[in-house]
Each structure stands twice: as C-alpha cells, then as structure tokens.
T-cell receptor
Framework: DGGITQSPKYLFRKEGQNVTLSCEQN?????MYWYRQDPGQGLRLIYY???????QKGDIAEGYSVSREKKESFPLTVTSAQKNPTAFYLC???????????FGSGTQLSVL | GENVEQHPSTLSVQEGDSAVIKCTYS??????FPWYKQELGKGPQLIID?????GEKKDQRIAVTLNKTAKHFSLHITETQPEDSAVYFC????????????FGAGTQVVVTP
C-alpha cells in the first residue's frame, strides 16, 4: 500500500540531546512537509521541501533541521536549541505544491 | 499572512443529527480549502476540499460550502454516526504560496448515541 511512514511513534529526548524523526513516502510525491501539533492548536509548518536537495523554512523552523537527499525521505532533527520540543510531529507529502496533503501517523516527542 | 479561525472548538451532537463547523480566512487570494479529520493518535486525513471557483461540494454525508465574499467556508456533516467523532481541521492555501497551508485550531466533534 502506498503511504507515508513515520517512526518512531513515541520518542523521548534528554536535555541537550538531538533526536531525529524519520519520514518515508512511497507515493512518488515531490513535495514533503513537517508540521508541529500542540494540544488545542492548529498545525504549524516547520520545514518543507519541493524537490530533492532543496528545502525551505516554515513558520517555526528555529531549533529544527532537515535534509532531503532522496525523494522518498525527509528526516527531521530536533536540536538541543529547541527549548520546548514536546509536541506531536506530523510529516506530510503532496503531488502538487499546494493541495491534497497526505499525512503520516505522527511521532509524539516528549522531554525526559 | 493568512489567518484561519475555526468555530466551535468543541461540538457535541446526538447521533443522527447534523454538525456544522465554520472557518473564516483573511487572505482574499486563498483559493483552496481542504478539510481534514484526525482520529486520536493518528495523522489527519483529507475528507473533502473545495476550490474558490466552486460554491458547494458534496460527498455522501459530507458537504462544504464557500462564501468568497464573506471569506468563510463551512463543513456540514449530516446523519452523524459515532465514527464521525474526531477532530476536524479546516485549512486555506493559495496556488502561488508553495506549501503554505494555514490551519484552523480544530473542532473536537463528539457524536453521542
């Protein structure tokens, strides 16, 4: 089945530690995105990528980094500079630049 | 930039009744309006969308209406069922703004038997 796979489902971060969230898609989509979801709030865009080896900052990129070395993969690293990392992280992809986002099942990141 | 407001934040309906969620947007250039359903612990799923050249779209028990003049759009769910219980998000985007979806804060819908 085609879709987006995020792993792990749950992740814990210690103080000063960087952690990486995985996102893989087999939909042959060019565009991929990372969103952060906090309770009672809408989704906020962290980074997005239109094409391999290119990515752009979203609205809340500080403390995060990404790479796009393969079309299928768009990992997100939450760095120690992100002081409030506890949230539900969603990866998404789309065929076109601005419609029909397909989401993964998310990763819940918590701080120990 | 675009700002999307969504109301109500919670909605409780009896099974079989209708549910309506409303969103307003600020950017008159927005031209694509999707609705997503998110079940607990899962990612959002697209349930219906509408483009600015259309005033209404239906898909079985779900419909979306768009009023471009007033800059608001609504999701209508008829004959609600317990499996409709979830969080629903509206969003707005424009074709010249790559990847820039603006999401509403979400509506928690609870359908009671």
């Amino acid at each position: 089945d085609g879709g987006i796979t995020q792993s792990p489902k749950y992740l814990f971060r210690k103080e000063g530690q960087n952690v990486t969230l995985s996102c893989e898609q087999n939909l042959n989509h060019d565009a991929m995105y990372w969103y952060r979801q906090d309770p009672g709030q809408g989704l906020r865009l962290i980074y997005y990528s239109q094409i391999v080896n290119d990515f752009q900052k979203g609205d809340i990129a500080e403390g995060y980094s990404v790479s796009r070395e393969k079309k299928e993969s768009f990992p997100l690293t939450v760095t120690s500079a992100q002081k409030n990392p506890t949230a539900f992280y969603l990866c998404a992809s789309s065929l076109n630049s601005w419609e029909k986002l397909f989401f993964g099942s998310g990763t819940q990141l918590s701080v120990l | 930039g675009e700002n999307v407001e969504q109301h109500p934040s919670t909605l409780s309906v009896q099974e079989g009744d209708s549910a309506v969620i409303k969103c307003t947007y600020s950017d008159s250039a927005s031209n694509y309006f999707p609705w997503y359903k998110q079940e607990l612990g899962k990612g959002p799923q697209l349930i219906i969308d509408i483009r600015s050249n259309v005033g209404e779209k239906k898909d079985q028990r779900i419909a979306v209406t768009l009023n471009k003049t007033a800059k608001h759009f609504s999701l209508h769910i008829t004959e609600t069922q317990p499996e409709d219980s979830a969080v629903y998000f509206c969003a707005a985007s424009r074709t010249d703004s790559w990847g820039k979806f603006q999401f509403g804060a979400g509506t928690q819908v609870v359908v009671t038997p």
